[in-house]
């Protein structure tokens, strides 16, 4: 979930916005169902991935703990900005998003065709977490996850040295949004622990261990 934040909106549109989420959850969305009608966003922040997932003509619940978070997103009203800024001037006409805020552990949210948790599992307990998630899609839907994990040393020392140099080469020449958020860190959990997890809770999901600190995770519930 979300930590503290900021009331007042950012006042960068959502095309000229980049970050490490963002870029690795970006080819998620674009490979959603065709067929999925409605979406949670858990942990939604300041809501740009229900705005997101809205101009794909989704009907979107955007669930955070922070009351701040929600209210930032709300204060950005449901305007949708393309990511792409050539098509920003033909945004969904009546984007549906409905934020609220709670716990996705205890609200009744019933089911959805999509459920997305970005950079939110760290913030619960992995197992429990992941059971939620994956309890929430809609037989025949798909549950997407970008997260953030401790990295396994030694193992994991290289890559790490690695992302460093991309990090600081994307930031002096891309720029990088940052959501207004406080970082959890250092995450509780490792990317082993979140693997494993996955593959024992989650049969058939797809597990991919990203460079830039991110892994993402995705799984489709079966339609029987």
Not at 89 to 102: K, L, Q, W
């Amino acid at each position: 979930m979300s930590e503290q934040m900021s009331e007042a909106p950012t006042e960068r549109p959502d095309h000229q916005r980049w970050n490490y989420n963002i870029h690795y959850q970006r080819p998620l969305v674009a490979d959603l169902p065709t067929a999925a009608r409605t979406a949670l966003d858990v942990g939604c922040g300041e809501g740009y991935l229900a705005r997101r997932l809205a101009e794909r003509g989704l009907e979107v619940t955007a669930i955070d703990s922070d009351p701040a978070a929600i209210a930032r997103a709300r204060a950005q009203g449901h305007t949708v900005d393309l990511l792409d800024s050539e098509d920003s001037e033909h945004p969904s006409p009546s984007p549906s998003i409905t934020y609220r805020v709670g716990d996705v552990m205890t609200e009744e949210l019933g089911t959805y065709d999509v459920v997305t948790a970005v950079t939110t599992l760290h913030h619960l307990d992995l197992e429990a977490g992941l059971e939620r998630l994956a309890a929430l899609v809609a037989p025949g839907g798909r549950l997407v996850i970008v997260g953030i994990a401790a990295s396994n040393w030694p193992q994991d020392l290289p890559r790490d040295v690695w992302a460093t140099f991309v990090d600081k080469f994307q930031r002096l020449f891309r720029g990088y949004w940052d959501h207004g958020c406080e970082c959890v860190w250092p995450a509780p959990h490792s990317f082993r622990d979140v693997s494993e997890a996955a593959e024992r809770l989650l049969p058939g999901s797809v597990y991919t261990r990203e460079l830039l600190w991110r892994y993402t995770l995705t799984w489709d519930r079966p339609a029987g």
